[in-house]
């Protein structure tokens, strides 16, 4: 078990792409660490990196006082769950999971007792003696498991490891990989696209747009405190309410409306400025009479999230919406007000967050 | 159904018999003449006789032959595999320049370069190599005749095998051999099985290159050399051992199609997609 130090690397691509560009990140030992972004922002090619099946162009990666830049992936000590599982359809379970203890030279007897071992924890041990091909696809994911656990390794690497599984299987395969991990305590770095496994299974995570690492912080913090709109509109499964506002005094005005300048910006704007105004629709309360401090404006939309409603509400030229508990829900047509939380409102000035003390840190250039 | 439709059928399954007639009449011959004691190009009900099995069992190369055919096809089918599955899998898996012009260029140059136009220099290079009157010397010029083809089907087999698996495996920490050894093959035997039985016919039936380079010696020669050498005294062909003897010839191939078809499943129209 070992922490992950990457010290600005880079990788670029035959052809110019600059799939990395100077990363540096820490993973302290035993952490869950997600990469999120979006496709194409280089997250899978981070983790491909880091097992050693993509050369760096520049930089090194470390794994705890090892330099492991120019070390084949084999000789890392790393163990790695591929997006399709990668389990040999040839072999059977018992197989699949023991064959990084057959490359290591284990004897046979030996290895097949490891791996009925790690199979009966996860639960295989009725499925030992079948195919890949005869599993469901959450079986698939715990032989997948279980044969890196099986490995020893010093860090896991997980690609998209919930994506081939339904919508309702997911959500327990996202318990199940948490508490998996708390109790194995080793360093686990997995990449995904969908903001809400990130938000739900790291201790802390990486938002990556393009090359580089945007923001890095634990889920609170990224929610909370997004450090540029970027992060801002990809996190959140409803996304942030981002608009255009103008500075006057001590207040903002925003689609004709005056609301109270964001707490974490307070004293850092000046009079007349032109700014982002950033407020999720989880942190509004909304009310059918005017408020001092509210956006107001026409309900256009109403749609139903199960406990709650996400109301749009047409202000001015903008669009603003906001979470309403059940029963107190709007129909469309009706005058609503949205009264932002000042604490949990954000101000952003040319993309980026205007802060004090910010949340999480900054990263990349 | 109207009248026009039902003689449309009629019609049609007409021809169908009349062309499967025209194909099963040349298998019924060779089924019956065998047994028959005096054959003729007719198909006739047999007497069962074995004489004419003996006779070619007192032949003195008929069988020697068939187990020549036996060395050469074996032998060049296991070279084809072996070569062909490296060189498919390299080429598969590396990214070089003029991958597919290559490969392109070698099936296009074997195939119109055949026997007959390289015969003089092959026996030449034959005989500088001291590899003439050689099982060896045959089998690697028929390998070398039959790899572009097989490297080039194989190729294919191996394109459609997620790389994920070697992947998968080499994080594990396995060498390039192990990797093939242990996932590539395994996931691409139906492919190795159709090109050993590819080899294995072609090599059965191949007359020219062991014709050639097998020149002094009867004793050396393959069933397909030798069955053209089954003539009377008269000089007419003998066709009691030639019917008898062309039944011996096809049986093993008949049976390795069984066989393999059987064993993986595969279908034999073009066989490279599944």
């Not at chain 1, 327990?172 to 194995?184: C, D, M, V």
């Not at chain 1, 997004?226 to 959140?236: C, K, Q, R, W």
């Not at chain 1, 109301?311 to 603003?320: D, F, I, K, R, Y």
Request: aromatic fraction near 8%.
């Amino acid at each position: 078990m070992s922490a992950i130090e990457l010290r600005g690397l880079t990788k670029v691509y035959p052809g110019g792409v600059r799939a990395l560009d100077a990363l540096d990140l820490v993973i302290p030992d035993g952490e869950f660490f997600a990469l999120l972004g979006p496709s194409g922002c280089g997250k899978t090619t981070l983790l491909r990196t880091i097992a050693g099946l993509e050369t760096a162009t520049s930089g090194s990666v470390v794994l705890g006082e090892r330099d492991v830049t120019n070390i084949q992936p084999g000789a890392r000590d790393l163990a790695m769950v591929f997006q399709d599982y990668a389990l040999f359809p040839h072999m059977d379970v018992t197989d699949n999971i023991a064959y990084p203890l057959r490359i290591k030279k284990v004897a046979k007897a030996a290895r097949g007792d490891k791996a009925r071992e790690v199979g009966e924890r996860l639960g295989l041990a009725q499925l030992m003696d079948r195919r890949p091909g005869q599993l469901s696809g959450g079986q698939q994911q715990r032989v997948a498991l279980a044969r890196v656990m099986a490995t020893q390794a010093r860090a896991f690497l997980f690609d998209e490891p919930l994506s081939n599984l339904d919508a309702r299987l997911r959500l327990e395969a996202r318990t199940f990989l948490k508490r998996l991990q708390r109790e194995l305590g080793v360093t686990t770095v997995f990449v995904t696209h969908d903001q809400a496994e990130a938000l739900a299974m790291a201790d802390r995570m990486a938002v990556m747009e393009a090359g580089h690492i945007r923001q890095v912080g634990t889920p609170a913090e990224v929610f909370q405190r997004p450090i540029n709109t970027f992060v801002a509109s990809f996190i959140g499964s409803t996304p942030m309410n981002l608009l255009d506002a103008v500075v006057r005094g001590d207040s903002l005005e925003v689609s004709g409306c005056k609301v109270a300048v964001p707490e974490s910006a307070a004293g850092l704007l000046t009079d007349g400025e032109k700014i982002v105004y950033g407020v999720r629709p989880e942190y509004m309360s909304y009310s059918a009479g005017p408020a001092e401090g509210a956006l107001g404006g026409k309900v256009s939309i109403v749609e139903n999230l199960g406990a709650s409603h996400l109301v749009t509400l047409e202000v001015g030229t903008a669009s603003v919406q906001a979470v309403v508990p059940e029963g107190r829900e709007p129909v469309p047509g009706d005058d609503g007000y949205a009264l932002p939380r000042a604490d949990r409102a954000l101000a952003y000035r040319d993309g980026d967050l205007v802060a004090a003390g910010r949340g999480g840190t900054e990263a990349g250039a | 159904m109207s009248p026009r439709r039902v003689l449309g059928r009629i019609g049609f399954y007409t021809l169908i018999a009349v062309v499967l007639a025209f194909f099963s009449v040349p298998l019924l011959w060779l089924a019956t003449a065998p047994f028959t004691s005096d054959p003729t190009y007719e198909v006739s009900l047999p007497d069962f006789t074995l004489a004419n099995f003996r006779a070619i069992l007192e032949h003195p190369y008929a069988l020697g032959s068939l187990y020549n055919s036996l060395i050469l096809a074996v032998g060049t089918a296991l070279l084809v595999v072996l070569f062909a599955a490296l060189a498919a899998y390299a080429l598969s898996r590396v990214r070089i320049p003029g991958r597919d012009g290559l490969l392109y260029a070698l099936l296009l140059l074997s195939s119109i370069i055949t026997g007959t136009a390289a015969m003089v220099p092959i026996y030449q290079l034959a005989v500088e190599l001291n590899l003439i009157d050689t099982h060896l010397g045959v089998i690697l010029i028929l390998t070398g005749g039959l790899l572009p083809a097989a490297i080039f089907m194989l190729k294919d087999f191996m394109d459609t095998t997620p790389k994920s698996y070697e992947e998968s495996a080499r994080v594990f920490g396995a060498s390039p051999l192990q990797i093939v050894r242990h996932v590539v093959v395994p996931l691409v035997r139906p492919g190795l099985a159709t090109i050993a039985v590819w080899a294995i016919a072609n090599v059965w039936g191949n007359f020219l290159m062991p014709y050639l380079l097998f020149s002094s010696d009867p004793e050396n020669q393959p069933a397909a050399v030798i069955i053209y050498t089954l003539y009377t005294e008269g000089g007419q062909a003998n066709l009691q051992l030639l019917s008898t003897f062309g039944l011996l010839y096809s049986v093993p191939v008949v049976l390795m199609y069984l066989f393999v078809s059987k064993k993986y499943g595969f279908r034999f129209h073009g066989g490279i997609k599944r």
